[in-house]
């Protein structure tokens, strides 16, 4: 299926390459860099490419593409998904995916490389199986094999989790101290549009979790409503029919981190909106323009909004901006013309304002349309939806862990058109 | 050095320090920049590590090169003095010197044959980690001198002990295949073997290397369908992929069309003319028609769907995508919504999964828009989209339009005309147009709208909208005369020559409308002939030979004058239309004959360009396919087939018969003799199946059989193949439906994965198999026998025959062994009472350990409970009431029994923890009348499972369990006990354990593993005369007195 891997940084140096069939000469890449020449910019390079006698499918992530090369019919989500997986192995070996840090541990990339694909196809991808088969650099590790001599990298026994039902788990866990942390991430994408009124909202939820519990615990989370979620999906571990007839989420969990389940509520639901934007942007012939924004909280059913940023792409034409913030700072970016207003927490004592001028290089025409402002905000302890979970229970084991959930709300892809 | 190296090569790449020879390596760094610094000097220095003897070297030299490998660089020439380490015992040497080979063996063909006889020995390793990279490294290496020593190892690989091994094995066909497309027809024996494997593991590798070697052999398929369809929930989420894709091509060759009715219909339609009413109306017409001949869908076609419908909740967008594509192809169209909401929630992924769904999105809301219409706002365009994803949801919008949400959707382009990215604006205004053209009430307020965007600053949404205008008003061309007036005014200021173009072509085609202007334009344009593009002066042309027909008056002159200066215009396709326009238009004094005709060509009504969906023609291809993304037909690619007119014999799938064994509990009694006869005349080996549904079993021993055949030798496996093709056809013939649903076919697979890793170690086989295969067809007859009342749990019991060391291990030859004590040995397991008829008035209950692996979970002791209604009413409601467990316990229940009619019998199968201990298992068995509280304990001998064991591991073992941990008691011996079989039969009545293979007359060995925790229980029996000494080695030492005692108690009973 996959034939080759290249991986490519941004200044279009190919650093990395891995053959699992016949090997690829890197020239193959001169038709992904035609590609990226074409693009305006790094996401817009089509994500598969044709050549003559290959395939390229690539993905953008941390500034480096990974460019697959096939040679015949697959279907490309399973290679765009796989590549994913690749960057998300990395990341959780290493902690970050970047090209230092690919660099830096060469010998275990191309190992994980080595293991996660056999002639193209997936072998082991479960990231605790392979961390039981190649272990992940580790300081300590690092000193002892230099001063024994030895090296414990890699493994020589298979692990059992690639064998048992449950391969995403390893066999063995200990820890002294037992906790299983959940995470309710709703993050609200929304289209604002000038007056105010919403065109569109959706919701999408994650549980991330952080499990360290010894042994083989199977644990079992419902929600007060659970009907709230109407389409989700879930992490392998988690046993479908238990849901669907009685909607718990029950599961024996991988240890460590891991996403147990996402959701998403539709357009055809309400969803709150916790800001709304007060704008007046207008640009006047010769002079330039005028730019004053206000934020403030909407529905935020008494929580703080937090972490507010606005980001707002003026049109090319727009030479420099002067702004006057009452609160945060902000910069302005003159070759990409981004400006990022930081504002911080909203004080709804004294709204935040941000007004001044705006200057339009000379001779050129006055914008047709109001740049899209995107905003950025948290607000913890709450989900938008409403979710909420109601109990954990443990089987299985008979310590007692330490169980702790966090609900958080922040803005997705939320944009307000001015 | 550092930053340097930092900058251009890895950080590892930096020398070690401890090497001694620092200075001269700091020179050498081999992935360094410096490429001028000797080539010759560098290797020398990685050579002279990788002689060393000391592996910290050689692992820092293959590390560097490995470095050089991933960064493209060329190391062939180190090769020999890598290919030598292949031996190395360390595994991290050893695992970068087989990246190495990999990928230069290819390059080094000779040098490659040096380490392929290490690979055959590492084949024959008992770590099936290492058996497997062996395998993999070995199949990777592309030099076609060795295929004939690949297939042999895959043939081994196939039939390994270790589904992971078979997994790397289906994954070497394909290599194999690649390197000598010759071996096909014996790899397709190998896939055949691996499709029948029940794994689920092996199931995504097996089908994957069916589609690459042998996608056209469907038939290969028909006996796995069903087992595929029940697996399919657990495979890991690639194979799942695979498979799903492979099974709806299955699905297209096996079985009728589910939508026939409606087909014909949504295919003469055209589709932009479908609204919502005619859509209901004729779902409607359908309905009739389904009324007249209903349309019955075939079990199995039902089995696929509905196992496939929870994988649209994976995590895996290519999964989802897979069932998608899975349900559009062949699902009856009504079921197809039900993917909608999992491919809406893709979008959230990141931006190159949402490309791919979204193109296909947009393929599907070409032919049915009703599906995804309720989520129309999740296709609304963000400022951040990359381009190709904003046009793909600008094509599912139009696509999406209909009168009703016309409006929310013109509104929502308008925002998209102003955007600042201006090939995104110019493709909102086609998307107006399109939708303009399909919706006819709305045509007007789209037009108005264009018209306004001709007043536009940005000369290319200018151009568009008057491209789009032209279009249209081709389309309807009665009314609009003001906007035809109002282009014709804006020729001066617009610049485009496709715009201009447009202008002059509506201007000459409806000329009689603007009778005035007309002549005008064709005025100025002359006048500006020269400087015009290709493009227009060709529309000049066309304008002035029109409006000379029409108005010749006052056009003839300028007519001329426009083709005087066409006849030298630089271009030829211009000369050439001059030339041929005059004589039509302005014939000489010979007139040609066409020209009378003039008007009619020039004037003729024209038909309106159709504006339909660039994803229309796409669903040629099969959704989810590279081909259909790209548009092309891709190396490789299956043709999706047509349905066919009438299904298939659906007998091809029938696999064995199998009975759910609650069903027929009158049965149970009369036909337990028969088989356990039947059963135990081949006596199972260890890693066969438990027997939930036993029929399968008979077919999977045989099966095994004809494994160990091969590996014996060559003779052998013909006289097997035989035997299991007979096996095969005569199963054939009979035909019953599989009916085990897919919570039995998971839990036979947990027991199979469970017996399985213990004996992972030798390859352990039954020995008695040997007597089975003097006769296979005799053997055959009878297991056949059996498939009508093959219901019964309890009888099957695990009993290992004697184990003997695999042949390819190379051990004590296997006819130097004792033969077999246990052919005749059947236990019939012991049946306790739990309920009597009298206290449970009316309702008894017995049970029986059933020594096999329980199919709830690995960690139960399965047992079997048979009711009896004794009484002389119907017990109804039979269910397992209130469980009073001790900590660490767990129960499974059963599912309610409806009723027992009087003087019937049911069978049950429940599965109990007991967490190791002897401790009763209380719990309350309630009936709709009455409940009643019942306890099982089970004697120390059956929370034991047995676990095979060679003679030396089993005496290491022993040494072990010493001290405490051993019990030892004498017992005196009868007569006739004291022979082999009647020891062996006590130590199987009293405990579930395997006998050990060994030489010692004397001394009977006997293995086993606690239920819960897996402890070690070994027994022996050391036979002097008529005395003899027992010994129990067990850590738990509790486990290892009962064991002891309950042991004395039996021999001195019997």
Redesign the interface.
């Known amino acids: ?1 996959i034939h080759s891997l290249f991986v490519i940084n941004n200044t279009g140096d ?6 699992w ?3 690829i000469n ?1 020239s193959i890449c001169d038709y992904f860099f035609e590609a990226q020449g074409k693009a ?2 790094p ?2 390079v ?3 490419i ?1 050549t003559p006698h290959h ?1 390229l499918i ?4 941390n500034n480096l593409y990974f460019v697959a090369v ?9 290679v ?3 590549l ?1 997986r690749i960057c998300d192995t990395f990341e959780d070996y290493f902690n970050e995916c970047n090209e ?1 840090t690919l ?5 275990i ?3 994980i490389l ?1 293991e996660m694909l ?2 193209g ?3 082991a ?1 479960e990231s605790n199986v392979l961390k039981e088969l190649i272990k992940p650099p580790n300081f300590l590790r690092t000193i002892t094999d230099t001063v024994t ?3 414990t ?6 692990p ?1 989790g ?4 449950i ?1 995403w788990r390893r066999t063995g866990v200990k820890y002294a101290n037992n906790e299983a942390y959940f995470d309710i991430i709703e993050e609200i ?1 929304a ?1 604002i ?1 000038k007056s105010g009124t919403t ?2 909202a ?1 919701t ?1 939820g994650y549980i991330d979790c952080l499990i360290k519990l010894s042994g083989m615990p199977d644990l079992s989370l419902t929600f007060v409503n659970a009907r709230l979620l ?7 571990c988690v046993r ?1 029919k238990r849901w ?1 007839n009685e909607k718990i989420l029950s599961f024996v969990p991988p240890d460590g981190h891991f ?1 147990l389940m ?1 959701y ?1 509520i ?3 639901n309400m969803v709150a909106i916790p800001v709304y934007l007060r704008h007046t942007i207008n640009y006047r012939e010769g002079s330039g323009g005028r730019f004053d924004v206000t934020v403030g909280p909407k529905q935020t059913m008494g929580k703080t909004v937090e972490n507010v940023i606005l980001e707002v ?1 003026f ?2 034409n727009v030479l420099n901006v002067t702004l006057t913030p009452n609160q945060g700072k902000y910069s302005f970016d003159p070759v990409s013309k981004f400006m990022t207003w930081d504002v911080g927490k909203i004080d709804t004592t004294k709204l935040p304002n941000i007004r001044g001028n705006i200057s339009l290089q000379t001779g050129s ?1 006055i ?3 109001n740049p ?1 402002i ?1 905003v950025q905000f948290t607000i913890s302890q709450m989900a938008v939806s409403g979710i909420k979970v109601n109990r954990l229970d443990m089987y299985g084991e ?1 310590y007692k862990p330490f169980k702790g959930v966090k609900y958080i709300t922040r803005a997705g ?1 939320f ?1 307000v ?1 001015t | 050095m550092a930053g340097n190296g ?1 900058q251009s ?4 790449d930096k020398p070690p320090s401890s090497t001694g020879s620092g200075e001269a390596e700091m020179s050498t760094d081999p992935a360094s920049s410096s490429f001028f610094t000797s080539d010759f000097k560098r290797h020398e220095d990685l050579k002279t590590m990788l002689d060393s003897n ?3 070297q050689k ?1 820092e030299a293959m ?1 560097r090169i ?2 050089m ?4 660089k060329d190391a062939s020439e180190l090769f020999p003095a890598v290919v030598k380490n292949v031996v190395a015992k ?3 040497i050893k ?2 010197v ?2 190495y080979l990999t ?1 230069y063996a ?1 390059e080094q063909q000779d040098l490659a044959l040096l380490s392929i006889s290490t690979f055959q020995r590492a084949l024959r390793d008992p ?4 058996r ?1 990279s062996a395998l ?1 490294v070995l ?2 290496i ?1 030099v076609s001198v060795i295929t004939p020593i690949m297939m042999l190892a895959i043939k081994e690989a196939v039939m390994d002990m ?3 091994v078979r ?2 094995a289906a ?2 066909i ?2 194999l295949y ?1 390197l000598d497309p010759e071996t096909k027809e014996q790899l397709i024996e190998v896939i055949e073997r691996l499709l029948g494997d029940k794994t ?2 092996v199931a995504g ?1 097996a089908i ?1 290397a069916f589609e690459e070697v042998c996608p056209e052999r469907i038939d290969l398929i028909h006996k796995n369908y069903r087992k595929l369809c029940n697996l399919l ?2 495979v ?3 194979g799942q ?1 695979v498979i799903i ?1 492979m099974l709806t091509r299955y699905c297209r060759t096996q079985f009728v069309n589910p939508n026939l009715d409606d087909m014909g219909e949504e295919e003469d339609k055209p589709f932009y003319e479908d609204s919502e009413k005619e859509d209901s109306e004729e779902e409607k017409e359908d309905d009739m028609k389904n009324k007249k001949a209903p349309y019955i869908m075939d079990p199995d076609h039902r089995l696929l769907l509905r196992q496939a419908k ?1 994988l649209l ?6 999964v ?3 069932v998608g594509q899975l349900y559009h192809h062949c699902a009856p169209k009504a079921e197809t919504g039900v993917m909608s ?2 491919l ?2 893709l979008l ?1 992924s ?4 949402q ?3 979204l193109s296909n999105v947009a393929t599907m809301t070409s032919r049915r828009k009703g599906m995804f219409e ?2 129309l ?2 296709f ?1 365009i ?3 989209d ?3 994803i904003k046009l793909l949801k600008l094509e599912i919008l139009t696509n999406l339009a209909t009168e009703t949400n016309i409006s929310t959707i013109l509104r ?1 382009f308008q ?1 998209y005309v ?3 990215d201006k090939d995104f604006a110019a493709a909102t205004i086609q998307a107006i147009g399109r939708s303009a053209s399909s919706i006819a009430e709305v045509t007007d307020t789209c037009l108005n709208g264009l018209v306004h965007l001709m007043s ?3 000369e290319s949404v200018v151009a568009e909208s008057v491209v789009v205008i032209k279009k249209l008003l081709q389309m309807r061309p009665s009314e609009h005369k003001d906007i035809i007036v109002h282009m014709a005014k804006m020729v001066d200021k617009i610049t485009v020559p496709m715009a201009r173009a447009s202008i002059l072509w509506l201007i000459g085609e409806y000329s009689e409308r603007v009778p005035k202007i007309a002549p005008d334009v064709l005025r100025k344009m002359a006048k500006t002939f020269i400087t015009e593009e290709d493009i227009v002066k060709l529309q000049i042309l066309n304008l002035a030979a029109k409006l000379c027909i029409t108005n010749p008056k006052q056009c003839k002159l300028l007519c001329q004058y426009v083709f005087n200066l066409a006849k030298y215009d630089q271009n030829y396709d211009i000369r050439d239309r001059s030339r041929f326009l005059r004589q039509l238009i302005l014939p000489g004094e010979n007139g040609s004959v066409l020209a009378k005709y003039a008007k009619k060509i020039f004037l003729s009504t024209k038909p309106a360009p159709v504006l339909a969906s660039k994803f229309k023609d796409r669903d040629l291809y099969q959704l ?4 259909h ?2 548009n ?1 037909k ?5 043709e999706l087939p047509e349905w066919p007119e009438s299904a298939p014999d659906s007998s091809v799938r029938n696999v064995e018969v199998v009975m759910p064994w609650v069903e027929k509990p009158q049965h149970s009694q009369q036909k337990k003799k028969k088989e356990s006869k039947s059963f135990y005349s081949e006596s199972e080996s260890s890693e066969e199946e438990e027997s939930s549904n036993s029929s399968d079993d008979n077919d999977d021993s045989s099966d095994e059989n004809s494994d160990s055949d091969a590996e014996n030798s060559d003779s052998d496996k013909q006289s097997s193949k035989k035997q299991s093709s007979s096996e095969d056809s005569s199963s054939d013939s009979d035909s019953d439906s599989d009916s085990s649903d897919s919570s039995e076919e ?1 839990s036979s ?2 027991s199979d ?1 469970v017996i399985k ?1 213990p004996a992972a170690k030798p390859e352990v086989k039954s020995k008695s198999k040997k007597v089975v295969e003097t006769k296979p067809k005799s053997n055959a007859d009878l297991l056949l026998d059996l498939d009508d009342s093959n219901f019964n749990i309890s009888s099957v019991i695990i009993v290992g025959g004697v184990a003997s060391n695999d042949t390819s291990t190379g051990a004590t030859p296997a006819g130097n062994m004792l033969t077999p004590t246990l052919a005749s040995g059947i236990i019939e397991s012991k049946s306790y009472e739990l309920l009597n008829r009298i206290t449970g008035s009316g309702l008894s209950i017995n049970y029986k350990f059933t020594r096999t692996v329980s199919v709830f979970s690995p960690k139960m002791v399965s047992i079997e409970l048979m009711f009896t209604n004794s009484g002389d009413e119907p017990l109804t409601n039979i269910k397992l009431g209130e469980k009073k467990l001790q ?2 316990m767990e129960i499974q229940e059963f599912s309610e029994i409806g009723s027992i009619a009087p003087g019937m019998r049911s069978t049950v199968l429940i599965g109990i923890n007991f967490n190791d201990t002897t401790q009763p298992a209380k719990f309350d068995i309630c009936t709709a009348q009455q409940k009643h509280s019942v306890s099982i304990s089970a004697p120390v001998g059956e929370i034991i499972q047995p676990y095979s064991l060679i003679d030396s591991e089993f005496t290491s073992q022993q040494g072990k369990l010493s001290g405490m941990n051993e019990n030892s008691g004498k017992i005196t011996l009868t007569k006739d006990n004291q022979d082999a079989k009647s020891i062996c039969m006590c130590v199987h009545s009293v405990a579930n354990v395997i006998q050990v293979p060994g030489s010692n007359e004397n001394v009977y060995r006997f293995s086993g593993k606690t239920v819960a925790s897996g402890t070690l229980v070994l027994i022996s029996v050391t036979v002097n005369d008529s005395s003899a000494k027992l010994t129990v080695n067990c850590e738990k030492m509790v486990i290892g007195t009962m064991l002891l005692k309950d042991l004395k108690n039996y021999f001195e009973s019997v």
């Open positions: 299926m190919v650093f990395m390459e891995k053959h069939k016949s090997v890197k305006t910019n996401e817009d089509c994500p598969v044709n395939y690539n993905i953008y992530r096939v040679t015949t019919e697959v279907p490309p989500l399973f765009l998904e796989f994913h230092s660099k830096e541990h060469y010998v990339v191309y190992e080595d056999d002639n196809f997936p072998l991808v001599g030895k090296s990298g890699v493994s020589g026994i298979l059992t690639q064998l048992s039902n391969p994408d289209i549009d065109v569109t959706e999408q109407d389409d989700v999906s879930f992490h392998p479908f669907e996403r996402s998403h539709g357009a055809q792409p049109p090319k025409p914008p047709d349309s899209v995107n008979k892809k944009q058109r | 930092f090569s890895y950080a590892n000391k592996d910290a692992l590390k490995v470095g490998v991933a960064k493209g360390n595994l991290e695992k970068l087989y990246v990928r290819e770590n099936q980690l290492i497997a993999r199949s990777s592309r270790s589904p992971y997994k790397t994954h070497a394909p290599k690649s689920t593991l590798s994957q929930v657990d890991e989420e690639w992929v894709n929870p909740n994976s995590r895996n967008a290519a989802v995508m897979a909401k999992a809406i929630r959230r990141q931006k190159e999964i490309y791919v769904v309720p989520y706002k999740s609304y963000r400022s951040s990359p381009l190709h929502e925002t102003t955007s600042p536009n600053r940005d989810g396919t590279l081909s993304l790209l092309i891709c190396h490789g690619y299956q998971d697979d947990d994965k890793k900590t660490g």
